[in-house]
């Protein structure tokens, strides 16, 4: 049987998180979800699932592209435009 886990830690939580797919509800017509792999591991981590919404993306999604060291790392210069389309991207894109 095979365990589909996703475990992952980060820089500021490195208490390692386990996303198990298997409770994950991936039927086309369930809400989306999301989740701030950036907030610290919680016991039970379906509590940390909240609806998709736009502005959570928006926040997550600039957070990224802004971050002082990984700009620094990758050298790059990320247009304003640019992130938005990538926000935007869940609702407008191709499905």
Known sequence: ???LELHFASNPYPDLKVVRLNELDFDTNAPALA???QEAAR??????????RLELNRE???AF???TELTKVFN???PTELI???VAYPEHGES
């Open 65 to 67: 592209f802004r971050d």
């Open 43 to 52: 016991t039970d981590a379906r509590a940390s699932w909240v609806p998709y």
């Open 76 to 78: 790059w210069s990320i």
């Open 60 to 62: 997550v999604t600039r």
């Open 35 to 37: 989740t701030n792999v």
């Open 84 to 86: 938005e389309f990538i």
């Open 1 to 3: 049987m095979w365990r």
